[in-house]
Each structure stands twice: as structure tokens, then as C-alpha cells.
């Protein structure tokens, strides 16, 4: 069983920064695609962002394009996702997926999920 652990959210004045982590068990670390999404209240979850196992190739919502970064690091079994710039809109609860089968836009395309961590940007 393949378990993440998100960390890093906070509270955070608009304009700052933050970093994810999300923690992965097991040995399958690299073979999977890993992604970020994230929930505001009463919205649907919405996808952030994804990175190749490889971490060569990634792709990103256009509302956090030029803005946030995803990286991995595999030889920690971590993925990463670097926030700048941030808005009160990006508001949200964070979740990081793992081990993709699908289009990386849908959340029923990922297998496993984090527990999720509060990023809350203040005006």
C-alpha cells in the first residue's frame, strides 16, 4: 500500500510563497506519475499541476502557469510544488496524487491520494 503525506501549507500574505512536499512509501516511487490538485470551499477539486516519472516533462493548470513549479526527486520518493506569486484565489485545500492511469486531469485517473494540507492567502 502506497501511502503520501503532504506538508508545507500555511498561512501566507498574497504576493509570498510557499513550498509543498508530499512524501511517498513504498519502491514505486518513480514509476509514477504524481500530480497536485486542490479544493476550495465548495468547489470541486481542480488539477495543478503533474510531472513525468522522469520529472523531464510537466504540465500545469492555466491559472498556476508561470506561478508554480512541480519537481520531484526521486531518490527521496518526494514530489514538490513551489508556489509563487500566490493569490487569495489559489486559496485551497492541497492534494498530491500518485500513479496515474488516465487523462492527469481527472481526479478518478489517480490511484493514490494525501490526506491533503491548507494553503490559505491572505489580501
Known amino acids: 500500500q502506497v501511502q503520501l503525506v503532504e506538508s508545507g501549507g500555511g498561512l501566507v500574505q498574497a504576493g509570498g510563497s510557499l513550498r509543498l512536499s508530499c512524501a511517498t512509501s513504498?519502491?514505486?516511487?518513480?514509476?509514477?506519475?504524481m500530480g497536485w490538485f486542490r479544493q476550495a470551499p465548495g468547489k470541486e477539486r481542480e488539477f495543478v499541476a503533474v510531472?513525468?516519472?522522469?520529472?523531464?516533462?510537466?504540465y500545469y493548470a492555466d491559472s498556476v502557469k508561470g506561478r508554480f513549479t512541480i519537481s520531484r526527486d526521486n531518490a527521496k520518493n518526494t514530489v514538490y510544488l513551489q508556489m509563487n506569486s500566490l493569490k487569495p484565489e489559489d486559496t485551497a485545500v492541497y492534494y498530491c496524487?500518485?500513479?496515474?492511469?488516465?487523462?492527469?486531469?481527472?481526479?478518478?485517473?489517480?490511484?493514490?491520494w494525501g490526506q491533503g494540507t491548507q494553503v490559505t492567502v491572505s489580501s
Open positions: 496524487a500518485g500513479d496515474l492511469a488516465g487523462s492527469y486531469v481527472y481526479m478518478t485517473s489517480w490511484r493514490y
Open positions: 513504498g519502491r514505486s516511487f518513480s514509476t509514477y506519475y
Open positions: 510531472i513525468t516519472r522522469s520529472g523531464i516533462s510537466t
